[in-house]
């Protein structure tokens, strides 16, 4: 089954976001917006928005994209999840 042939219930293009979650490090935000980059042509300011936890230990990140095709979504959450500093990304 191709990408195309692959059903979703998602119509592209859409604004998605995305959430990322992992310990607060200096270089999660930065390794995110990386990651983003190499999949999004239009990640603008403002589409990423991080809240620490309670304690401070850790950090969500949600990034809200354009998002073109569901293979682009898969390939953003495969780079994602495979980061050393990335605990979870939804």
Do not use: W
């Amino acid at each position: 089954m191709t990408d195309q042939e692959r059903e979703t219930l998602i119509e592209f293009p859409c604004s998605f976001p995305i959430k990322i979650m992992g310990k607060n490090h200096i270089d999660l935000e930065t390794a995110v917006v990386s990651i983003i980059n190499e999949h999004v042509e239009d990640f603008g300011e403002g589409a990423l928005k991080s809240r620490e936890s309670k304690n401070g230990n850790y950090i969500s990140i949600t990034v809200t994209i354009n998002a073109v095709s569901q293979n682009q979504l898969d390939n953003i959450y495969r780079a994602l999840s495979s980061h050393e500093l990335v605990m979870m990304a939804l």
